[in-house]
């Protein structure tokens, strides 16, 4: 089954932005990374995965998740 890779960023006090699909963890991980380096805090940033019709959220954030931890979402 077909796995879909999203984010969501939230900053306190705002409303949660979604990005994706992206079709591949690696990606995921790339595009998480590059907003973390534009001054996004990383605490801010959560994985998501999506499977067929469900959704799996990762409690862990970004911040908490090593980069071999993100390729195997």
Request: glycine share 6%; aromatic share 10%.
């Amino acid at each position: 089954m077909m796995k879909w890779y999203w984010f969501i960023v939230q900053k306190p006090g705002e409303m949660p932005q979604h990005f994706g699909p992206f079709v591949n963890a690696e990606t995921l991980r790339r595009v998480m990374h590059a907003l973390a380096d534009s001054g996004i805090p990383k605490e801010c940033i959560y994985p998501v995965v999506w499977q067929g019709t469900k959704r799996e959220i990762k409690v862990d954030n970004l911040a908490d998740l090593t980069d071999e931890e993100l390729c195997r979402l």
